[in-house]
């Protein structure tokens, strides 16, 4: 069973800039995607950004600019940077990885993917 341990989240100001990790328990380089998706109170979690193990990443509109995804096989290790945040960025974040899809896309789909991590919580205040 892979483990997804997320970390980095906390409280920031707007306009200001965090690094989000999540330490996977298996290897990076087997998956076929992986996703950073974020859950704020009374909202549905939605996709914040992908990376196929090709590198194709996919952010949402909301994100793009601000954000990047990227992972670091030989820590088995995503990143999402934070950049520019907005008080509308407050949201738990989860990391989600896909390991058996043969796909030659990532997606934003919550079904894609198998395994989930906890949650860190990012909050911004204006």
């Known amino acids: 069973e892979v483990q997804l341990v997320e970390s980095g989240g906390g409280s920031v100001q707007a306009g200001g800039s965090l690094r989000l990790s999540c330490a996977a328990s298996s290897y990076l380089s087997k998956t076929s995607c992986m996703g950073w998706f974020r859950q704020a109170p009374g909202k549905e979690r939605e996709g914040v950004a992908t990376?196929?193990?090709?590198?194709?990443?996919i952010y949402a509109d909301s994100v793009r600019g601000r954000f990047t995804i990227s992972q670091d096989n030989a820590k088995n290790t995503l990143y999402l940077q934070l950049n520019n945040v907005k008080p509308e960025d407050t949201a738990m974040y989860y990391c989600a990885a896909d390991y058996s899809s043969s796909s030659s896309y990532s997606s934003m789909s919550k079904a894609r993917y198998r395994y989930w991590g906890q949650g860190t919580q990012v909050t911004v205040s204006s």
């Open positions: 990376i196929h193990r090709s590198g194709a990443t």
